[in-house]
T-cell receptor
Framework: ETGVTQSPTHLIKTRGQQVTLRCSSQSGHNTVSWYQQALGQGPQFIFQYYREEENGRGNFPPRFSGLQFPNYSSELNVNALELDDSALYLC???????????FGDGTRLSIL | AQKITQTQPGMFVQEKEAVTLDCTYDTSDPSYGLFWYKQPSSGEMIFLIYQGSYDQQNATEGRYSLNFQKARKSANLVISASQLGDSAMYFCAMRERNQGGKLIFGQGTELSVKP
């Protein structure tokens, strides 16, 4: 059984640029959630996708957007990057109704 | 208001001893779930244990147990027989039924196991 995989592992961008982070969900999981974890903090919910539709969103501006594909993989897009966007971005997948969300190793994004 | 509160930024425990990590929560939803995750320095979040609000018994998973006191809104994690590999950040999280799949995390507790 393949777990949740995220790419890239690390990324460095400059202010104003755009970035796309990718996530492959665990086999059979149809729900993907994205979280932002700033240094020294707990993860913050960005949004969730279920069957290619956004199914809940946290307190993040519209420049954070996402997609889910028919194979349930997902992308997180962030436009007009700001210094505060520097964080670990975590993707988690689950089967709807199943309790635990299984996380990937994350993408460390640094904004210069 | 904080929905998940972890009051211990850091904890030390001697190898082979038990340790309790505190977590209190706040919700008005009668149906919710409580989770504990472990995050090593590598960054991955590892699911440890789950407790549903309607579960009658405290959850246990190997060396992990959850001391669930519903009236006090606490969900403390107990790790028995600590091992050096238990050194990591530990996060308590809650999912409310009316919030779909959104997990709300606490600030975390950094556990250090001493040999």
């Amino acid at each position: 059984e393949t777990g949740v995989t995220q790419s890239p592992t690390h990324l460095i961008k400059t202010r104003g640029q755009q970035v796309t982070l990718r996530c492959s969900s665990q086999s059979g999981h149809n729900t993907v959630s994205w979280y932002q974890q700033a240094l020294g903090q707990g993860p913050q919910f960005i949004f969730q996708y279920y069957r290619e539709e956004e199914n809940g969103r946290g307190n993040f501006p519209p420049r954070f957007s996402g997609l889910q594909f028919p194979n349930y993989s997902s992308e997180l897009n962030v436009n007009a990057l700001e210094l505060d966007d520097s964080a670990l971005y975590l993707c988690a997948s689950s089967l709807e109704g199943e309790r635990p969300q299984h996380f990937g190793d994350g993408t460390r994004l640094s904004i210069l | 208001a904080q929905k998940i509160t972890q009051t211990q930024p850091g904890m030390f425990v001697q190898e082979k001893e038990a340790v309790t990590l505190d977590c209190t929560y706040d919700t008005s939803d009668p149906s919710y779930g409580l989770f504990w995750y472990k995050q090593p320095s590598s960054g991955e979040m590892i699911f440890l244990i789950y407790q549903g609000s309607y579960d009658q018994q405290n959850a246990t998973e190997g060396r992990y147990s959850l001391n669930f006191q519903k009236a006090r809104k606490s969900a403390n994690l107990v790790i028995s027989a600590s091992q050096l590999g238990d050194s990591a950040m530990y996060f308590c999280a809650m999912r409310e039924r009316n919030q779909g799949g959104k997990l709300i995390f606490g600030q975390g507790t950094e556990l250090s196991v001493k040999p």
